[in-house]
């Protein structure tokens, strides 16, 4: 069997639409049977002409693209694409093709196509990895296991498997997964990581046992490398993201 790896970056923009830098979601090749699941929402915003009040409106639809064996990255972005206009009620949502493996997307509001404003709970078993970016300041990445999932030590060839995480191009943290480890055990490592880097615009929180949330600002097109092969895990490893000025201020702590 191919080893299957989980590679999630993800980068979402959460803003007026107008301001928000759009989403693209760069996509490699499928190694191996399995899906590329998400969820898109997108935010409109306007000011009440009588009250001066700004409202905002927000519809979602999830995404799942199957794929049953091996596929080249532009032939796995096509089936992503489909399943975007499968999506939601059928006709308002669609992928845009930036190049032959990178999609934006949007949302039909009215009689106008307006970008995605987020992308949520990304989860890639095809064997290789899913890339979210935008051009965005200041991003604000969560990190979520199963709090059920325990490692078995190895992938699905058999060889040992390992963590890997990546917020920015120098805070890298790999670790090896022993058979036994827990999420949270995994989760609690990657914050010490984060912490004992003391890296100047980062910002980390605890948002649960074998969950938090880590603030980059300052930084022009940060992304998130999230890479899991241990069979135990590599199914309920998932990740997002918030893009915007004042993201989780209120919740987010310094190093």
């Not at 845009?96 to 992308?119: C, N, R, Y």
């Amino acid at each position: 069997m191919r080893k299957t790896v989980v590679l999630m970056m993800v980068l979402v923009a959460f803003a007026a639409v107008a301001q928000a830098e759009p989403l693209k979601l760069k996509i490699g090749p499928g190694a191996s049977p399995g899906q590329v699941s998400f969820g898109l929402s997108a935010t409109t915003t306007s000011v009440d002409p009588l009250s001066g009040a700004t409202v905002s409106s927000t519809e979602s639809a999830d995404v799942v693209a199957y794929a049953e064996g091996a596929l080249t990255a532009s032939a796995k972005a096509a089936l992503v694409a489909q399943a975007v206009e499968n999506a939601g009620e059928y006709g308002t949502w669609r992928a845009v093709p930036v190049s032959a493996t990178v999609l934006a997307f949007e949302h039909l509001v009215g009689d106008s196509w307006v970008p995605a404003g987020s992308i949520s709970s990304l989860l890639d078993t095809t064997g290789s990895g899913t890339q979210l970016y935008t051009s965005d300041h200041v991003v604000a990445f969560s990190l979520d296991i199963d709090p059920n999932a325990v490692a078995v030590g190895f992938d699905e060839q058999g060889l040992p498997s390992f963590l890997t995480v990546s917020v920015t191009n120098s805070l890298t943290f790999t670790r090896a997964v022993q058979a036994g480890d827990t999420a949270e055990v995994l989760v609690n490592e990657f914050q010490a990581f984060l912490v004992a880097q003391q890296a100047e615009g980062v910002q980390v929180t605890r948002t649960g046992a074998t969950s938090l949330s880590v603030k980059l600002q300052g930084t022009t097109g940060a992304a998130l490398n999230w890479q899991v092969t241990d069979t135990g895990l590599f199914q309920g490893a998932t990740a997002g993201a918030v893009v915007g000025p004042s993201i989780l201020d209120s919740q987010l702590i310094e190093r």
